[in-house]
């Protein structure tokens, strides 16, 4: 039988400087030094005033048929921005059926940039993304759910649906010795796409459920032909994005539909873009029929669109932010080991792993709740872009709230990261000058584009800057051409692992700062 | 008795500069044990290292019989004063002590409460960094104070206190010694600790020289010898060395003589018509008595301590 009296006074069983009071008495020391509470403030005022006055001052319209409207974007079937522009010969199918086709050519234009001012250099060829096949969609309105097999200049035979998704078939492209011939079929809601070499030995491409694909649908032959590219660097970094038009002719024949299908061959110029005047099509498709071969013509592309601000560029100011939380961060520590402090600290806590446990526990929740407050921004400054007439991409609510708390847990680690420096530096100018060289610069060359690209994704990769890579709402699309750069918004480590690298670095560099505080005379 | 501290044959260097070499003494409860020495006596490292913030590399150092770095609540178990400039300059006195308090589960009660006990209630809310010394002294004692703790260790708490702080330390000690608490308090001045402790561990040199109560420290200083004011000095000397005295010359017209009585030393230049004005005997000073027992083991030092601060 234990003796109370023993066990009030055994200093082994007091337990009252448990973690959650070491928490406590960090979390008051924090809130007790005003430098330190405005510091964080001064965080979260940079990136929302920054990301709200420059989203204020954004204004855009767009001109349909001479009269300003406000930008607008579409959308497929997930939500997302897409491009919907294709040459579509089409009868109706209703219920399950079949559409086999053989392509036997493709060729086409592709205007390149000027040499002389003003003169159009255009030359025979097609860009690797041009598509000729087939498709069966939610009829012909633009962003409608649709599921296609085709076959494409450079990238082999391809299944796609609904914008985003992309499985590749059999590489090679179609030309007048070798044709290729393509099947789809429904079965319910699944779609299944074939190809062959001969039209009689088949293999499937992949299968698709289209999201919204209603009993009767439009069944036809489709061509594309996205925009070529040309990137050029500038003397003093920075990159130009050109973007010129192209055409693809395919030649169809070989042509059957089985199932219930209805009338006759219609054709569709889909997501056509007008002159001026508004009736004009500019740089229309077209198609032509002979003897059971259709021979179609078509500008544009059928894929997920990158065209567009995105939410996240409101967060222009976040770099900025984060030198606050770095310096407030490391102060939290290199002070106390500035006035001797620390031994107070480990009077009162000498159990050494834990009081820096403590301390990194509250620096990283305030700033957690500082990032969460500046990421407000996000959602602020994209109404307020949309209020003024900007295209900003759409993207999910996860995926905003994904961009929202990973911009909060980038900004703790961040701080836990310099919390950590700073009492392995104990130096607080030296420790803020190495986190900054380790987050922000890298940042800054990477954005700045100072360096080459190639460097620029190592960085990225390597860093812990690969944590802004949480911030990315829009994801690189392998289908769709463009130029994906860090100054484009495009990292090189998808977001979660971008921050999983940061998380990382901020890991070891706490345990290295407990290794030193438990090793050393204080 | 149980022990409050123990100390146990610390040894410590620093590169080659020896700071402690095999230290040991107890403070027992109940009363104020004054730690003394010259700087570089080892008084500071050897209260680091009782607090766990040093590591020695021989040797134990143990409060109520644990080793500090074990202690839970370890405010409510020991109150220190090491270093009163440690503070962070823009927080107030009562956040000072508040998070000190709430790291040991104590509440803001117990703050106020410590910061009427140091005299501090007026400026508790003022910024720490426009504080005096001596109000930064007082600080640190209510820190100290905070967990009300049955053992108090101080390294130089005199330090910057006006007289009447002086005064109050004294007697704020030594009411905590009468309420049962063990206190050990250094100085690297003997004077400080006169009227102040009942027990002595004189440091030099990172061990201990002496370990003795103030009473016994003095007496065995005093040494028997007497005082001995004379306009005709040469004649008392030639007199008293006659009879075997050792004498020796303080200034122009008194004398110390050691090894005769003082009733003896009357009768001798009565006898020798030796004019006299006053025979005394003489009551060491602490000050004498300490200088007398760290004559060997003052050490100075050219090199500048490893902290950079100026008491060992």
């Known amino acids: 039988m234990t003796d109370p009296s023993t066990v009030m006074t055994d200093p082994t069983t007091g337990g009252r400087d448990g973690f959650p009071h070491l928490v406590r008495a960090e979390w008051t020391k924090f809130r007790t030094v005003r430098g330190w509470v405005a510091g964080m403030t001064l965080a979260v005022v940079l990136v929302v005033a920054l990301g709200l006055l420059s989203a204020a001052g954004s204004h855009a319209s767009c001109g349909m048929g001479g009269v300003e409207t406000a930008c607008t974007l579409t959308t497929g079937p997930g939500g997302e921005a897409v491009s919907d522009r294709f040459f579509f010969v089409h009868r109706r199918l209703d219920g399950d059926g079949s559409i086999t086709v053989r392509v036997d050519s493709m060729t086409g234009q592709i205007r390149l940039p000027d040499t002389v001012p003003g003169v159009r250099r255009v030359v025979a060829g097609v860009v690797p993304w041009a598509k000729a096949g087939i498709m069966v969609k939610d009829g012909v309105r633009e962003g409608a759910s649709y599921a296609a097999v085709m076959v494409t200049a450079r990238h082999g035979v391809r299944m796609q649906h609904d914008f985003t998704e992309d499985v590749a078939g059999r590489s090679g492209g179609v030309s007048p010795g070798s044709p290729r011939w393509l099947r789809l079929t429904r079965s319910g809601g699944t779609l299944t796409g074939y190809e062959s070499v001969d039209g009689r030995r088949w293999t499937v491409v992949g299968t698709a459920r289209p999201a919204h694909l209603p009993a009767a649908v439009e069944a036809g032959m489709f061509v594309a032909s996205p925009g070529d590219l040309t990137v050029s660097r500038g003397d003093l970094g920075g990159a130009s994005v050109q973007v010129r038009f192209t055409e693809a002719t395919a030649v169809f024949d070989q042509v059957r539909v089985e199932g219930r299908a209805g009338g006759t061959w219609s054709h569709d110029d889909v997501g056509v873009a007008y002159e001026a005047d508004g009736r004009t099509p500019h740089h229309p498709g077209r198609f032509t029929e002979s003897g059971g071969a259709f021979a179609i013509t078509g500008v544009g592309d059928v894929a997920p669109s990158v065209d567009g601000m995105r939410i996240e560029s409101t967060l222009s100011g976040l770099v900025a932010g984060l030198v606050a939380v770095i310096v407030v961060a490391v102060l939290f520590v290199s002070a106390e080991h500035r006035r001797g402090l620390f031994r107070t600290t480990l009077l009162a806590a000498p159990r050494r792993g834990r009081a820096f446990a403590a301390k990194a526990v509250v620096v990283g929740a305030v700033a957690f709740a500082a990032g969460l407050a500046a990421a407000l921004t996000v959602p602020l400054g994209a109404r307020v872009l949309r209020a003024n007439g900007n295209a900003v991409l759409p993207v999910s609510t996860f995926t905003e709230l994904r961009v929202v708390a990973g911009v909060a847990a980038l900004t703790a680690a961040v701080a836990v990261l310099a919390l950590a420096c700073g009492a392995l530096v104990r130096r607080g100018a030296a420790a803020v000058a190495a986190v900054a060289g380790l987050v922000v610069v890298p940042h800054i060359l990477a954005t700045a584009s100072v360096l080459p690209p190639e460097v620029v994704r190592w960085l990225l990769r390597l860093t812990p800057a690969a944590g802004f890579a949480v911030q990315q709402s829009v994801p690189e699309y392998a289908q769709v051409l463009g130029y994906y750069s860090p100054q484009g918004g495009y990292y090189p480590l998808p977001p979660l692992a971008g921050l999983a690298v940061l998380c990382g670095y901020a890991a070891l560099a706490a345990v290295l700062a407990a290794v030193r505080i438990r090793k050393g005379d204080a | ?312």
């Open chain 2, 1 to 312: 008795m149980r022990a409050a501290i123990e100390v146990i044959g610390l040894r410590k260097r620093y590169g080659r500069t020896v700071a402690l070499d095999g230290m040991s003494f107890t403070v027992l409860p109940g009363r104020v044990t004054g730690f003394v020495g010259p700087n570089g006596a080892g008084k500071s490292t050897t209260m680091r290292v009782i607090l766990g913030l040093d590591a020695a590399d021989e040797g134990s150092a143990l409060v109520g019989g644990r080793p500090y770095r074990s202690l839970r609540a370890p405010l409510c178990q020991v109150g220190a004063l090491l270093d009163a400039a440690a503070l962070q300059p823009s927080r107030t006195a009562r956040n000072h002590l508040l998070w000190l308090a709430h790291s040991q589960g104590l509440g803001a009660r117990r703050v106020d409460a410590v910061i009427e006990q140091v005299g501090l209630g007026a400026v508790a809310r003022r910024r720490a960094g426009g504080f005096s010394l001596g109000m930064r002294q007082r600080l640190g004692i209510a820190a100290a104070l905070l967990g009300d703790p049955p053992v108090l260790i101080l390294d130089e708490p005199v330090n910057g206190l006006d007289p009447e702080g002086v005064v109050w330390i004294r007697g704020l000690l030594r009411s905590l010694a009468a309420e049962g608490r063990a206190v050990l308090v250094s100085s690297h001045l003997m004077s400080e600790m006169q009227d102040m402790a009942d027990h002595l561990v004189v440091a030099g040199r990172g061990r201990v020289v002496e370990d003795t109560s103030v009473a016994d420290l003095i007496a065995a200083a005093s040494d028997g010898r007497v005082t001995l004011r004379t306009t005709a000095r040469t004649e008392a000397m030639e007199a008293l060395a006659r009879a075997g005295a050792r004498v020796a010359v303080q200034d122009r017209d008194t004398l110390t003589v050691s090894g005769l009585e003082a009733g003896r030393i009357v009768a001798l230049l009565g006898a020798n018509d030796v004019p006299f004005s006053e025979v005394a005997a003489h009551r060491a000073s602490l000050e004498e008595a300490y200088m007398e027992l760290t004559r060997d083991a003052v050490e100075f030092r050219a090199t500048i301590p490893r902290d950079g601060t100026a008491t060992s």
